[in-house]
Nanobody, 117 residues
Framework: VQLVESGGGLVQPGGSLRLSCAASGFTFSRYSLRWYRQAPGKERELVASISSAGGSTWYADSAQGRFTISRDNGKNTVYLQMNSLKPEDTAVYYC???????????WGQGTQVTVSS
């Protein structure tokens, strides 16, 4: 099992970033996928999720209307488009699936997002 997050960086408030997560080692298309984030000194929180076929999505209140989760099952990749970024979005962002968390306890290295002027 492997999850490789990328696309983070330093962006000014109001800016945008597109995160990607390339997955391997499991049947990607079978599982719903999630994006989490963890800010310094805070617990990891769920930001968004997408169903296995991509037809259903969910967003935390903090992400609703600004973030869009999507997936490409042909590329085993899940994305998080983040617009109108705020300083409080600063965190390390991780993708995962409940299947991996429960059965393997595995997390990728994450990708750092810093929103600052």
């Amino acid at each position: 099992v492997q999850l490789v997050e990328s696309g983070g960086g330093l962006v000014q408030p109001g800016g945008s970033l597109r995160l990607s997560c390339a997955a391997s080692g499991f049947t990607f298309s079978r599982y719903s996928l999630r994006w989490y984030r963890q800010a310094p000194g805070k617990e990891r929180e769920l930001v968004a999720s997408i169903s296995s076929a991509g037809g259903s999505t969910w967003y935390a209140d903090s992400a609703q209307g600004r973030f869009t989760i999507s997936r490409d099952n042909g590329k085993n990749t899940v994305y998080l488009q983040m617009n109108s970024l705020k300083p409080e979005d600063t965190a390390v962002y991780y993708c995962n699936t409940n299947h991996i968390i429960v059965n393997f306890g595995y997390w990728g290295q994450g990708t750092q997002v810093t929103v600052s002027s």
